[in-house]
């Protein structure tokens, strides 16, 4: 199994993220978006949330990875492991996510951290990592994700919930983007983007003719259990799958779609505690 270099490991401890390109296959990541596009139950599930420009960001979250294609992306060696090489630690499934970014309508995301949200649920620490693998091609044009290099090491800014969305403090923001490079995480599909849990990133809208969708995958180390009961799970064992399990359950229609989806709306209360907070 091929896991990430030295020299790749210092790049995302130096910078907060990695882009792997071609991680995953033509086949693999075209079956993972024609299982996604095809998904009544997905497209049901999913919430949309004003970006205070009058577009909508919609969003399916899972909280656990099932035996479908989505499950055989979250739990495959070559990402999970990499994930592990990252944290350090056990790697368990924290959730993942499918971003509908339709053309034209998908809506921009503010300037955040995930642990700007995680830290409510009784996450001790920042030592997570998400991947986001590309299901189609990410340009500037269609709101690609953006980073801010070397954000992560700010420790956890604060966050405000303005709208339907948890933004971290403009102001420190805007003070880190006049020393930290930005970088637009253009990506081709089949790339996955590793990213820490602090690391500061944002989207644009999508105004352009051509969808943007991406899977975001979410770990915790199994050392870092929350302390606290969640809407997402806390350590349960992940149970990797060989590589090849992709296509094979990819290609079996009967089986590619197996997953329960959360309601976002009812149980993510970790964005809406931010109101409590600011209240006290």
């Known amino acids: 199994m091929k ?27 075209g079956l993972l978006g024609q299982t996604a596009r095809a998904d009544n ?43 592990e090489q990252i944290l350090g630690d056990e790697a368990y499934h924290y959730h993942s996510k499918m971003v509908l970014k339709d053309a034209k309508v998908g ?40 980073v801010l290099r070397g954000s992560h090491h700010l420790g956890r800014v604060n966050h405000v919930l303005s709208g339907d969305q948890a933004g971290a403090d403009l102001e420190r923001v805007e003070e880190a983007r006049k020393r930290l490079d930005l970088v637009h995480a253009t990506m081709d599909p089949g790339d996955a983007m590793f990213f820490h849990s602090n690391t500061l990133h944002a989207s644009a809208a999508n105004n352009s003719d051509h969808p943007r969708w991406a899977m975001i ?23 990797k799958v060989d590589d090849d399990q992709i296509l094979s359950v990819g290609r079996d229609h009967a089986q590619s779609a197996q997953t329960a989806f959360a309601d976002l709306k009812a149980d993510d209360k970790s964005a809406a505690s931010l109101v409590e907070e600011e209240t006290h």
Request: glycine share 8%; with cysteine.
């Open 41 to 83: 139950a997905m497209d049901k599930s999913s919430s949309s949330m004003d970006d205070g420009e009058g577009n909508a960001v919609r969003l399916a979250l899972w909280n656990h990875p099932g035996d479908g294609i989505y499950g055989m992306f979250a739990r495959c060696r070559k990402l999970v492991d990499r994930v």
């Open 217 to 239: 995958c979410c770990y915790n180390a199994a050392s870092n259990d929350p302390y606290k009961e969640s809407h997402h799970p806390r350590y349960t064992k992940l149970d």
């Open 107 to 146: 809506g921009a995301w503010a300037w955040h951290q995930d642990y700007g949200y995680w830290y409510q649920n009784g996450v001790l620490f920042p030592n997570l990592c998400s991947v986001m693998i590309a299901v189609d091609k990410a340009t500037e044009e269609n709101g690609c994700m953006q």
């Open 3 to 29: 896991l990430l270099s030295p020299e790749e490991l210092s790049d995302y401890q130096r910078d907060g993220f990695l882009i792997v390109r071609n991680l995953f296959s033509e086949e693999e990541i």
